[in-house]
């Protein structure tokens, strides 16, 4: 699965009796369409755009694991920086 919220997450996670989306249709479990609103499902996906772009740019992980398994305060104080410079770069919508 992709970083990226796409139109299908955003269904799923802005209506809960959805089970199965075909193209552009949803359907809930005994394959009844439900309606859902465009710009809501598009505002869902601008909202949450945030995590893909900080995922695709913070350091590793084993960064920071490193520092702790060596002790290394400077690399761990490196490895925080960094994380909150992105989370300064891309903020919550």
């Known amino acids: 699965m992709s970083n990226i919220i796409d139109k299908s ?3 799923y996670a802005l209506n809960p009796t959805v089970v199965t989306i075909r193209n552009d249709d949803a359907f809930d479990a005994q394959g009844n369409p ?7 499902v598009q505002a ?16 590793p992980m084993t960064d920071y694991l490193d520092g ?9 104080a490196k490895y925080i920086a960094d994380c909150q ?3 300064a ?3 919550k919508g």
Do not use: F, L, N, W
């Open 89 to 91: 770069k891309y903020p």
């Open 85 to 87: 410079a992105v989370k």
């Open 68 to 76: 702790i398994a060596k002790g290394d305060q400077a690399q761990i």
């Open 44 to 59: 869902y996906i601008d909202a949450h755009s945030y995590i893909a772009k900080r995922q695709a740019e913070y350091p």
């Open 9 to 11: 997450e955003a269904i």
């Open 34 to 40: 439900v309606s859902y609103d465009e710009a809501t």
